[in-house]
């Protein structure tokens, strides 16, 4: 289904939605592995250190973490 917007054509609207869960973080692996070596002695019932992520809205820190906690801490 096609939806127009502005004059453009949108083939699927999904994706742009807030909500959308992306399926794969482009050019964040080194964030990526940095906030999971952090977090990885939780996989073994330890305590882990306090992490404050910080950044303009809309950069993906949620997303990031989201992706981590769903791959790393299932």
Do not use: C
């Amino acid at each position: 289904m096609y939806e127009e917007y502005e004059g453009m054509i949108i083939h699927n609207v999904e994706p742009l939605e807030e909500a959308f869960p992306p399926t794969r973080l482009w050019h964040r692996d080194g964030q990526r592995d940095e906030i999971a070596f952090y977090l990885k002695p939780a996989l073994k019932s330890k305590p882990i250190r306090n992490l404050y992520l910080h950044g303009p809205p809309g950069t993906g820190k949620t997303a990031l973490i989201k992706y981590i906690l769903e791959n790393y801490f299932q």
